[in-house]
């Protein structure tokens, strides 16, 4: 009952979506929803299995998510496959099956591919965005401030390590030019503190001192590989650094982690005191999802990532005394987007 007011909305998001995503010239929007319909078929379906699995043998269930991700995907059987990877609609099972079962013709079939595509990506964003925002809520925000120092040493040798050897290995081992080079080392700082955070959740060691300056790290991580892909890049298309681009990165992202943190602290008297005085279904839920999406959208503007706004709306709303009743209620619609 009380995920029926969200779910709801969803449905409208996911149509206007569908409508968006497909026109009437190339794309019959129904034709996009039953093969969004399959997509997530398969995609809960993989999950499932390899988690079970996995969990039966003492393993992270996100480990057989993973596997399930893969074996469905471009690198095994081919049924959910991403126009990003190089891949088109003749490769995906899905649409073959959607053309044996349904009114779906050759020619409707790279526009049907392409828009079903775009709103799998989307949700799997929103996904993400869900995710850290569980992470941020089950996170001590007291802890985290503690070993901040340790979990900045963690996140400077995990960027700077892989960068300096990805880059010097591509260059003299394998003899790479150095703008490609340093390209590839700046990608290799790049980790995915999704997976990080909910492997440490399912074993038990997110709430752990060890847990909590992986987390912080993972955050960090985030942001310096943010500026270095924004350096590099820079470097590629102009040949130089451009010195006012990095400085805005890192002042944005400090004013933003900080700023969100603080002024959070400051209105969550009033978030409390909002949700209590409302009388409709799932007020606690829907007002801090509103809240997560807000600083979730601020970050992604000034070029950082929005699970760094959800994450941080987590670790705000963790600091209230709805932090309980609104774990309940976040988990599963996590279990409906994460997958």
Same mark, same amino acid.
């Given at each position: 009952?009380?995920?029926?007011?969200?779910?709801?909305?969803?449905?409208?998001?996911?149509?206007?979506? *569908?409508?968006?995503?497909?026109?009437?010239?190339?794309?019959?929007?129904?034709?996009?929803?039953?093969?969004?319909?399959?997509? *997530? &078929?398969?995609?809960?379906?993989?999950? +499932? /299995?390899?988690?079970?699995?996995?969990?039966?043998?003492?393993?992270?269930? @996100?480990?057989? %998510?993973?596997?399930? #991700?893969?074996?469905?995907?471009?690198?095994?059987? +081919? $049924? *959910?496959?991403?126009? %990003?990877? #190089?891949?088109?609609f003749e490769d995906s099972l899905l649409i073959h099956f959607l053309q044996s079962t349904s009114p779906l013709t050759p020619e409707e079939s790279p526009a049907v591919f392409s828009a079903a595509s775009e709103v799998i990506s989307v949700l799997s964003e929103l996904g993400v965005i869900i995710l850290l925002?569980?992470?941020?809520?089950?996170?001590? $925000?007291?802890?985290?401030?503690? @070993?901040?120092?340790?979990?900045?040493?963690?996140?400077?040798?995990?960027?700077?390590?892989?960068? /300096?050897?990805?880059?010097?290995? /591509?260059?003299?081992?394998?003899?790479?030019? &150095?703008?490609?080079?340093?390209? =590839?080392?700046?990608?290799?700082?790049? &980790?995915?503190?999704?997976? &990080?955070? !909910?492997?440490?959740?399912?074993? #038990? +060691? *997110?709430?752990?001192?060890?847990g909590q300056i992986i987390i912080g790290a993972a955050v960090l991580d985030d942001i310096l590989g943010i500026i270095v892909l924004a350096v590099v =890049?820079? /470097?590629? !298309?102009?040949?130089? @650094?451009?010195?006012? !681009?990095?400085?805005?990165? @890192?002042?944005?992202s400090s004013a933003f982690v900080i700023g969100a943190i603080l002024i959070g602290r400051f209105l969550s008297p009033f978030y409390v005191q909002l949700v209590n005085s409302m009388k409709t279904r799932g007020q606690l839920l829907l007002v801090s999802l509103i809240f997560a999406f807000i600083l979730a959208y601020i970050a992604q503007v000034i070029q950082l990532e929005a699970i760094l706004g959800s994450f941080a709306a987590g670790l705000v709303l963790a600091e209230t005394e709805k932090r309980s009743e609104l774990a309940e209620q976040v988990f599963p619609i996590a279990d409906l987007f994460v997958p």
């Open positions: 009952m009380i995920l029926q007011p969200f779910l709801s909305s969803a449905w409208s998001f996911n149509i206007s979506l *569908l409508a968006s995503a497909a026109t009437a010239e190339t794309a019959d929007s129904a034709l996009v929803l039953a093969c969004v319909l399959l997509s *997530l &078929t398969v995609i809960y379906f993989a999950c +499932k /299995l390899g988690g079970e699995i996995c969990v039966r043998f003492n393993l992270p269930p @996100v480990l057989g %998510e993973l596997v399930g #991700g893969v074996i469905i995907g471009v690198s095994a059987l +081919k $049924l *959910l496959v991403f126009p %990003e990877g #190089g891949a088109g925002f569980e992470i941020g809520l089950e996170s001590d $925000l007291q802890e985290l401030i503690r @070993v901040g120092p340790q979990a900045a040493a963690v996140a400077v040798v995990g960027v700077a390590v892989p960068f /300096l050897v990805g880059t010097l290995g /591509l260059i003299y081992i394998f003899h790479l030019a &150095t703008i490609p080079a340093i390209f =590839a080392g700046a990608a290799l700082t790049a &980790t995915s503190i999704g997976i &990080t955070a !909910k492997v440490l959740a399912e074993i #038990g +060691k *997110l709430s752990a001192k060890e =890049a820079s /470097l590629v !298309k102009t040949g130089e @650094v451009q010195i006012s !681009k990095v400085i805005y990165l @890192v002042i944005s």
